[in-house]
């Protein structure tokens, strides 16, 4: 299994792809971080289980025959998935079977992040985000990017990372979000805000200095009093944000490693967003 450590060279990238709109969008992402890092980028897509009703009299196949089929169609169809986008890059694709967010967390293991939309198909796609996508984040260790979700957002065709948000709580997790962005700081020239929804006394804000000092962050400190995920994607819509960066929670509990006000944002975030 490799290192969780950020300073690590990110040299796999995995993309679970279900062939939505959604699955197009997020291969831009994965395309611009595939180069940057000159990583190996796996484009997986996950069969489920075949179910039939078995009352019928007659089946016009059988099930090994429409598992074959439905794999050789994926296949053709992954082999041909954003393949002008994905020009140059190292493309490893996979055709599997089996849960889609099983299989997906599975693969996540031997990688260094995963990419992906939201959600794919589905009637509320502008109120939930996927199950898939939630179980990804509620327990993947490794970091997740995913795509915007709200279908009246920007499109990002050539997306760039020069201005980066932050949000962190003074949580165990915000030291690995701060260090996070004094990476991409680093990696791609990017301006980075970080912002702290909460308490705007005047400790709280030499808090979050210090904390930007310690992670060796240069940042623009930004404290403010709010529902958390509207603060930060209020803030990220004022400065225009090409990527917001939060952090999930270590616990176990009921709201798993990435809590109630992180889906929120996700949901409504107007760029892509990196849970670490």
Known sequence: ?????????????????????????????????????HAELTLLHVLEPVHMDFAMVELPQSIAQLTAVRREN????????????LEGIKVTRQVCDGHPAE?????????DMVVM????????????IGSVTAKVLHDCERPVLTGV?????????????????????????????????????GE??????????????????????DSIHAAGLDATPLVTSGEPHRVIVETAQRIAADLVVIGRSSSTDALGRLRVQGYQIVRK????????
């Not at 994926?74 to 986008?85: N, Q, T």
């Not at 299989?103 to 990688?111: E, G, K, S």
């Not at 020239?189 to 979050?208: E, K």
């Open 1 to 37: 299994m490799p290192s969780t450590s950020i300073t690590d060279s990110i040299t796999k990238i995995l993309m679970p792809v279900d062939f939505s709109s959604r699955a197009d969008e997020a291969s831009r992402y994965a395309a611009r971080l595939a180069r940057h890092f």
């Open 74 to 85: 994926a296949r053709v169809r992954l082999e041909h998935f954003a393949s002008a986008d």
């Open 103 to 111: 299989v997906i967390l599975t693969q996540a293991r031997n990688v």
């Open 117 to 128: 939309p939201t959600q794919g198909h589905g009637r509320v796609r502008e109120f939930l």
């Open 149 to 185: 979700h709200l279908t009246d957002s920007q499109a990002f065709s050539d997306w760039r990372v020069s201005r980066v948000l932050c949000a962190i709580d003074f949580g165990p997790e915000s030291e690995t979000v701060l260090k996070w962005g004094a990476r991409l700081a």
């Open 188 to 209: 791609f020239g990017a301006a980075v805000t970080v912002v702290h929804a909460g308490d705007s006394s005047p400790d709280t804000a030499r808090a979050l200095k």
């Open 269 to 276: 975030s107007p760029c892509p967003v990196l849970s670490v």
